[in-house]
């Protein structure tokens, strides 16, 4: 053994002790946050490894919003919304898309995750229970299709359309990859992809690096806020 790798070891095992005794008289919230800075310098990487080019950074979720409704809002658009929660986001949609037969269908549970995630942190399956109260809004474009993804999917029949905008709050990994899967034979060059939590890298962007591996897509960055959380990309092959 070199005299570099006994070194390391040395300087690991009492730094590693360390960090348990400190860990232990942290609050739960503090760990949180700790992870989340980790978390988020983890995604700058990810973003430059995945090979997306971020030319603009945005202030907020409206406008990564906005860059894709120039290009979109006039057309036959199937908007395809994977976590609706009070439907803030399909309220700003149903505002945007003059089309009058584009379509806004929205999927959720509104009984919340169908699983607890980030349970040290702010974000808990209870923070998403809508107690099966579906959102209201007055647009007859817009409809709702309330269920876990994996059963409602299964028998959805995607309308027609000439441009496909999805967007996923969906949270979670398996969530994520199930509302993938399903429209993978819907996704082509042009369609409009949106993800609103990608700094919890074992979520969204896990479920969206192994779509794109298997099914050899490739995708743009369109736009994407200053933290990097919330992005638009577009398929291009």
Not at 4 to 18: A, G, H, L
Request: include cysteine.
């Amino acid at each position: 053994m070199d005299k570099e790798t006994i070194s390391q070891r040395f300087i690991k095992k009492p730094f590693k002790t360390f960090l348990t005794l400190l860990g232990a008289r942290m609050s739960a919230n503090c760990l949180h946050w700790l992870q989340m800075i980790i978390n988020y310098m983890k995604l700058g990487r990810w973003m430059a490894s995945s090979d997306f080019q971020i030319k603009k950074r945005v202030r907020d979720r409206a406008e990564v919003f906005d860059v894709v409704v120039k290009q979109v809002c006039d057309k036959k658009v199937l908007y395809l919304e994977f976590g609706v929660h009070r439907g803030t986001s399909m309220r700003y949609w149903s505002s945007v898309l003059k089309h009058p037969e584009a379509k806004l269908h929205g999927f959720d549970s509104f009984e919340g995750l169908p699983e607890d995630f980030d349970v040290d942190g702010p974000i808990v399956e209870s923070t998403h229970d809508r107690k099966g109260a579906i959102p209201q809004i007055d647009d007859s474009r817009v409809k709702f299709f309330k269920g876990w993804f994996e059963e409602v999917l299964s028998t959805y029949q995607l309308p027609e359309h000439d441009v496909l905008v999805i967007v996923l709050d969906a949270d979670l990994y398996l969530s994520t990859l199930c509302a993938l899967n399903h429209l993978r034979p819907y996704i082509k060059p042009g369609t409009f992809i949106y993800f609103d939590e990608l700094s919890r890298l074992d979520h969204e962007p896990r479920a969206f690096a192994r779509f794109m591996k298997e099914s050899g897509l490739r995708f743009r960055l369109v736009s994407i806020e200053n933290s990097l959380n919330r992005a638009f990309f577009e398929c291009v092959k």
